[in-house]
């Protein structure tokens, strides 16, 4: 099984099983990381903001359009940011390193 390693907003890691063919986001959102997802995915809320590990951004295929114009609208907007329910994860993003991002 595939996993990821998140940092929660306290700085404490954690190993999480990803669904391969399912978004980053929905994997948080029910994994209790206080992640409110309140679009549910739909890139309208920005409230599913991580930080992806600089050793994993260019593994991702970048982010753009809406999704890319909401993270900059954020206090917390940092190179590495993504929108976790833009991105799909798979079995070859095992060990996939990121942060969740502080609430706005
Ligand atoms: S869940 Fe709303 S933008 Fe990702």
Known sequence: MAEMVVIDRSGKEHRVTG???????ET???SDFDMAAICG???SCATCHVYVDQE???RLPAA??????????LGSYKPNSRLSCQVTFSDALDGLKLA???DE
Not at 19 to 25: F, L, N, V, Y
Not at 64 to 73: A, K, S, T
């Open 56 to 58: 994993w951004t260019a």
């Open 19 to 25: 669904r391969a063919g399912t978004s980053i986001m």
């Open 100 to 102: 969740v991002a502080p």
């Open 28 to 30: 948080l959102r029910d």
């Open 64 to 73: 753009q359009g809406d999704e890319l114009e909401l993270l900059r609208e």
């Open 41 to 43: 995915g739909m890139c």
